[in-house]
């Protein structure tokens, strides 16, 4: 089983919930014998409150994430071929997946999950082993991210490798779902609500861990709603 992980760009000329149509109407319709697991985060109007926590470091931030699990990618061209007709532009990488966190309870099946799921894509600083990498990310900074802050699904990806020549050299993508009061409340982001001083604590604690192996010139932050169209369609 291989999980995929899709950014996509829409077309200039549709509007941004005809895209989202597609992709929650059209798309698990047409991807449901092909894959096993299917989750559409797009970020659209229900996270404009998130609107300070986006970052990039690239071209446009994309407008949507599909995530897909498939018997294998070898089988997949066509699933790239679909997306390719819903976009403007496609990337895809094939990732390693390890769940953290995961409230099942937050997600609904066709429905949008509870709060809202941030995605970050991030590259390896230049001067950083991988090994060092992963192991600052995995005994190190993996206990801070789940102590300090609200977040109540956590999941690391590991990039095995981009299936464009192109793309950025992303080393892992993240998945974190948060409370929808996180999105403009650092103290609830920060799980310090009405707390100064944990407030202030927590966000130098993760601050602190996160300069440790971030480049912050190569990273990519996007706010999204969560949708888990399909699961485990073929367990």
Not at 95 to 124: A, N, P, T, W, Y
Not at 159 to 173: C, G, T, W, Y
Not at 225 to 235: A, L, Q, V
Request: glycine residues 2%.
């Amino acid at each position: 089983m291989e999980k995929i992980v899709f950014k996509l760009w829409r077309r200039e000329s549709e509007s941004l919930e005809k895209f989202k149509q597609s992709l929650l109407v059209d798309l698990p319709e047409t991807l449901e014998s092909l894959v096993s697991d299917l989750q559409v985060n797009i970020a659209d109007e229900d996270v404009d409150a998130a609107a300070a926590l986006a970052q990039t470091n690239y071209s446009k931030n994309p407008d949507a994430i599909v995530f897909i699990k498939v018997v294998s990618q070898y089988y997949s061209e066509n699933i790239i071929s679909i997306l390719k007709h819903l976009t403007s532009k496609v990337e895809g990488f094939i990732v390693s997946e390890s769940i953290i966190l995961q409230d099942d309870s937050k997600d609904h099946q066709g429905k949008r999950s509870d709060g809202f799921s941030q995605v970050v894509f991030l590259e390896k600083p230049l001067d950083m082993s991988d090994f060092d990498w992963f192991d600052h990310w995995t005994h190190h900074h993996t206990k801070i991210a789940i102590e300090t802050q609200s977040n109540f699904t956590y999941v690391q990806n590991t990039v095995v490798r981009p299936l464009q020549k192109d793309s950025p050299n992303f080393i892992a993508v993240i998945e974190e779902c948060f409370p929808s009061e996180a999105m403009s409340n650092p103290s609830i982001f920060y799980n310090a609500e009405n707390n100064a001083e944990l407030l202030l604590k927590n966000t130098e604690l993760m601050m602190s861990s996160c300069s440790s192996f971030i480049d912050f010139q190569k990273i990519e932050v996007i706010p999204t709603s969560r949708y888990r169209m399909i699961k485990d369609n073929k367990s």
